[in-house]
């Protein structure tokens, strides 16, 4: 079963539009991180934001915010005012247990028009 | 502060060939990570080390390893290379001193590897 589903392979937003990203997550781990990162063409994957399973509140970081829906294991990156250098690819991941591994979803593709 | 930094930045080697990727992590970083990714596969974990040691792997044959010097910068290497290696290399860089997960993972640029 897929640990961190993304089911937009696409998503088109218009300039100082509002987007959310979705993903949703699978583990019976009770404590756990999830984080959002941008990959632009050049490839570096740039950290977004993170969310802690036991963080009450949804996180924030400047025009990036995540959607945290524990019961529903979803975790939305919602990206207002958006802005030409945000067309990207954007990944969606988790990190269960103390050591690194991430595990990521497949991207979402997001295109910002002018 | 330097990010992370990863050598060199573009490879293209043979089938059977062996390479090794090198990169250096944020300083006062200990831990070290690889991905690989390609179109097909996504972004899929290849190993974490710390202080020299391994502290995690995925599922990748025995072709792919890696270690960690004492200056915590990481080196990667594939023997036997495939066409199915080519991918964009990436290796991220966290404390790893801390418990629990917000230890972010910070990337480099990558190293793409082209296998003819």
């Known amino acids: 079963a897929q640990k961190i589903t993304q089911t937009q392979p696409g998503m088109f937003v218009q300039e100082k539009e509002a987007v959310t990203l979705d993903c949703t997550y699978d583990t019976s781990d009770q404590s756990y991180g999830l984080f959002w990162y941008k990959q632009p063409s050049s490839g570096e994957m740039i950290f977004l934001i993170y969310q802690g399973s036991y963080d009450e509140q949804n996180a924030t970081e400047g025009r990036y915010s995540l959607n945290f829906q524990k019961a529903r294991k979803s975790a939305n990156l919602v990206i207002s005012a958006s802005q030409l250098g945000d067309s990207a690819m954007y990944f969606c991941?988790?990190?269960?247990?103390?050591?690194?591994?991430?595990?990521f979803g497949q991207g979402t593709i997001l295109t910002v028009h002018p | 502060k330097a990010g992370v930094t990863q050598t060199p930045r573009y490879l293209i080697k043979t089938r059977g060939q062996q390479v090794t990727l090198s990169c250096s992590p944020i300083s006062g970083h200990r831990s070290v990570s690889w991905y690989q990714q390609t179109p097909g596969q996504g972004l899929q974990f290849l190993f974490e080390y710390f202080s020299e040691t391994q502290r995690n792997k995925g599922n990748f044959p025995g072709r792919f390893s890696g270690r960690q010097f004492s200056n915590s910068r990481s080196e990667m290497n594939v023997s036997t290379l495939e066409l199915g290696d080519s991918a964009l290399y990436l290796c991220?860089?966290?404390?790893?001193?801390?418990?629990?997960?917000?230890?972010?993972?910070?990337f480099g640029p990558g190293t793409r590897l082209t296998v003819l």
């Open positions: 991941a988790m990190r269960e247990g103390y050591y690194g591994k991430l595990t």
């Open positions: 991220a860089s966290r404390l790893g001193t801390s418990g629990g997960h917000t230890d972010t993972q910070y």
